[in-house]
């Protein structure tokens, strides 16, 4: 295998991406679900590395008894609903299967091995770096029964929901390849330009990544649909002879499509879904960055609700305010993974917990919720794991949780207070300022979480390393109390101690016997920097953070009625109990 590069982080000055081209033809067959498939590749290596060796990602074969996916869910102590034992219990035609039939590359014949869900390829001869090389592969694929994200005649009678369909380029980085196999996760992919062909029954509508620049009948009652996807790292598409596809312009001449079964009982939500989702879509131009594409499409189909390229897949009989929180959610992560292209399996909280935070904001918004906390849930999820004795950091592995529930709650709970939370850190409008110069540095690319805090630091100038290694990294939690409250005279003494081993800056509110009170602001020494207020606030000496306890004196002949610790609730205090002192009467 391939030497991997030894760099322990990125910038803008020594990052590289690979890139490939795909030009695919499929020949669908809904009779047996049965699919062949040719495939012409133009990898080109732009590492520093010579590779030996390719990876391609066959990801059907999960649904397969006995595969990764079957037994992970067997015996994890709280399966997902979706999957649970299934997958065992698939009959052969019920299955999903994806092989290679033939491989070869610049048309010399290729070894391979299948191993899962994980194609392992031999070179012929190396690729170098900035070489490229063309892969030719015949597939041949079984659509699985729907169980998870993939597969056909979903709950809702949805016939093809094509996701992780092809042979897809793995990704190799800096840190080497990325060959995880699919239990049932997240996604990493290889920036490139995709020409797919999809040849099926007249009677289907299909709709998916892209934008459809030929439909053409051919022989054999098929219709071709010819899709050209720029600048995107998958390829999904839905089908179905019932699906009803309305248009509705969105923002700066995006056409938004809406793919969904023509039901009777269906048609008022999603009609009245569209025009929401316009203001979303402007909602997230405005608050991240300009969506780059002209075409996004909303398709019924899949098994709840998963984001692809230039279109997502949703389940379609709810609520309409569940419509319009699905779609709220995986539109935004157009941004968060589909643009932002982080590595799903690694920094899942980057994608899942980027999009809570900001889907959560717009839905809140659009459906004008008036003073709901949109994020109060997130908060109140963490809250939980951190005191449940079985958190796991940020930083596990996609896989490597111990219980599904875990994972849910670090990578889109704990990952939405991450954001909200650096928002108390730095300032609403600095953060605000934060994931815009994120997008714009990082667009089209495969940020990290050490790529972004960067783009914090250089926002607002201030050290924030403290903050990712804390509370991504490690279950270190963030508890102050209030010590103890006195007065001598005219003389006040508040004493405040950090019970949790992380630090952060401090906000306290002090409320006075008359109604009035005032704000003190506490600086974490170690930011280097303190966060801009009004002039009403009144900034005291830094805290160090190896300091158990502080102390601040000031003058006052009021009396004080109530004292509190972050009066805004943005900090994720595991005890807020003591945070809040009020003198005995």
Excluded at 50 to 61: D, R
Excluded at 183 to 202: K, L, P, Q, T
Excluded at 499 to 527: A, C, H, K, N, T
Aim: with cysteine; charged share 20%.
């Amino acid at each position: 295998m391939a030497a991997c590069s030894m760099v322990s982080s990125q910038n803008s000055f020594s990052y590289w991406q690979q890139h490939v081209d795909y030009d695919m033809s499929v020949e669908m067959n809904v009779n047996n679900w049965q699919y062949h498939g040719v495939q012409k590749l133009v990898y080109t290596n732009k590492s520093p590395d010579t590779l030996t060796q390719v990876f391609y990602h066959m990801y059907f074969n999960a649904f397969q008894p006995g595969s990764e996916m079957d037994v992970r869910s067997r015996t994890i102590v709280d399966p997902d609903r979706r999957v649970r034992d299934r997958i065992a219990g698939l009959k052969p035609e019920e299955q999903g299967f994806l092989k290679a039939t033939s491989l070869s590359q610049d048309g010399q014949p290729l070894n391979h091995t299948l191993e899962g869900t994980v194609l392992v390829v031999d070179l012929a001869k190396p690729i170098a770096p900035w070489d490229s090389t063309v892969f030719s592969m015949n597939f041949h694929g079984q659509v699985p029964v729907q169980i998870r994200r993939s597969g056909r005649n979903n709950s809702e009678g949805v016939a093809l929901s094509m996701t992780q369909w092809y042979p897809k380029l793995a990704e190799y980085d800096k840190d080497g390849w990325h060959t995880d196999p699919y239990i049932a996760r997240e996604f990493y992919g290889v920036w490139g330009d995709f020409n797919v062909s999809i040849d099926i029954d007249s009677s289907y509508v299909v709709g998916g990544t892209g934008y459809l620049t030929d439909k053409t009948s051919i022989d054999g009652g098929l219709t071709r649909w010819v899709f050209d996807a720029p600048k995107v790292h998958d390829f999904t598409w839905a089908a179905d002879p019932d699906y009803r596809h309305d248009t509705y312009p969105g923002p700066d001449g995006v056409t938004l499509n809406f793919y969904y079964k023509n039901k009777p009982e269906l048609q008022q939500n999603w009609k009245a879904l569209q025009p929401v989702t316009a203001e979303l879509l402007a909602y997230f131009n405005e608050a991240i960055g300009p969506y780059p594409y002209k075409q996004y499409s909303i398709m019924q189909g899949g098994d709840g609700g998963m984001e692809y390229a230039m279109c997502t897949l949703i389940t379609g009989e709810r609520s309409f305010e569940s419509l319009v929180g699905v779609t709220a959610h995986e539109m935004a992560h157009t941004w968060f993974q589909f643009l932002l292209a982080t590595n799903e399996s690694l920094h899942e909280w980057m994608d899942e917990g980027f999009t809570s935070y900001i889907s959560s904001l717009a839905e809140h918004q659009v459906l004008d919720q008036g003073n709901l906390d949109p994020l109060a849930g997130s908060y109140r999820a963490y809250n939980f794991l951190a005191n449940s004795g079985s958190e796991q950091p940020m930083s596990t592995h996609a896989d490597r949780y111990i219980t599904n529930r875990n994972y849910g709650i670090a990578a889109y709970s704990k990952g939405a207070v991450f954001l909200a939370q650096l928002g108390y850190i730095m300032g609403q409008e600095v953060l605000e300022q934060t994931l815009k110069n994120y997008y714009t540095q990082w667009k089209f690319k495969h940020p990290e979480p050490r790529d972004f805090i960067r783009v914090a630091e250089r926002t607002s100038g201030f050290n924030l390393d403290w903050y990712l290694q804390d509370f991504a990294t490690t279950t270190n939690t963030i508890d102050y109390r209030i010590d103890s409250v006195n007065r001598v005279e005219d003389t006040h003494s508040i004493v405040l101690e950090r019970v949790g081993l992380m630090p952060m800056p401090i906000e306290l509110s002090v409320r006075y016997d008359d109604g009035s009170s005032q704000m003190f602001y506490i600086p974490l020494q170690m930011m280097r920097g303190e966060k801009t207020f009004s002039d009403e606030v009144v900034v005291l000496d830094d805290w160090a953070w190896a300091m158990p306890t502080y102390t601040f004196e000031f003058n006052g002949k009021k009396s004080i009625a109530e004292v509190e610790i972050d009066p805004s609730g943005r900090m994720a205090d595991v005890n807020r109990q003591d945070n809040h002192y009020e003198p005995e009467q």
